[in-house]
């Protein structure tokens, strides 16, 4: 790592926002992950955009996470710069518009619009992620998708410079987008809401609490759903019926609730996470003919 690209970039955030050899275990909800060579939190999108600047001025690799939800990280780390959104959590409402920057979290972004008397984002507030990553693969949960909700996104490409794309751009579809592909980062995002009753949508979202927590493995670390919906199925039913419910590898296991997730029972490495899921892909092939994909990230290298 060149010293020169360090004094910058502590000068950039402050020595208390730019960590070296930092632990992703501590910043993934599946807590595991290796050390990241270097780990930054700029504080809004102007230091983010510098960042990424400095990042190509120096020919450092750098990647971008939120909260470390939907993420698994490799045991041996990053070597690279891991630019961490957790500090970019602005937001600002305008009539029925919310526009938040992209490291806010679904549920400060569900309060503020319950807040604000405004409906439509109640299907994020238990979703554990930021509103960046949400955008990035359309999250959605009990029939709403952020797809849904979306008007515009502000973008940083891979030349520098900053976009602002209308969300018909994006190519939005289950669980992904255009973003990844194109390089973009997201800095912001504008949504579109309505009117509502506040009470309505108070009583709707404890009610997808109270649903969240029977149904799902809230106990342990996770990283969400481990597998996308397949076509006609739904993955964990599928899983479920090949008789694998509580099936483990060494720290990772299919949760006994909930056999779409993969939980981390303590101390489970990524590849455990890995060989579970390699080996739950395979068996549940063999029975019904179905391939699953893996919707939770790997980040191994940059």
Known sequence: MNDMFLRELRALFGDAAVKTEESMALHTTFRIGGPARVYAAPADTM?????????????????LIGRGSNLL??????????????????ASVLGTRVR????????????????????GLEFAAGIPGTLGGAVVMNA?????????????????????TVRLLPAEELGLGYRTSRIPSNGWIVLEAELELKKGDPEAVRARMDDLAV????????????????????AGYYAGKLIDDAGLRGFQMGGAQVSEKHCGFVVNRG?????DVLSLCEEV???????????LEREVKYLDRI
């Open 73 to 90: 990280v490799s045991d041996h780390g990053v070597d690279g710069v891991v630019l961490s959104t957790e500090r970019m959590d602005q």
């Open 100 to 119: 938040a920057h992209a490291g806010i979290s679904l549920a400060k972004l569900a309060r503020l619009a319950l807040d604000a008397s405004l409906t």
């Open 140 to 160: 959605g949960a009990y029939g709403g998708e952020m797809k849904d909700v979306l008007a515009d996104v502000t973008v940083l490409a891979p030349d520098g």
């Open 47 to 63: 230091e983010l955009a510098r960042a990424a600047a400095l990042c190509r001025e120096y020919g450092e690799p750098y990647c």
């Open 211 to 230: 649903q969240r927590k029977a149904k799902q493995p809230l106990e342990y670390p996770s990283a969400g759903s481990m597998f996308k919906r397949p």
């Open 267 to 271: 101390g489970a490495t990524a590849e």
């Open 281 to 291: 892909s395979r068996i549940v092939y063999e029975k019904f003919g179905v391939k």
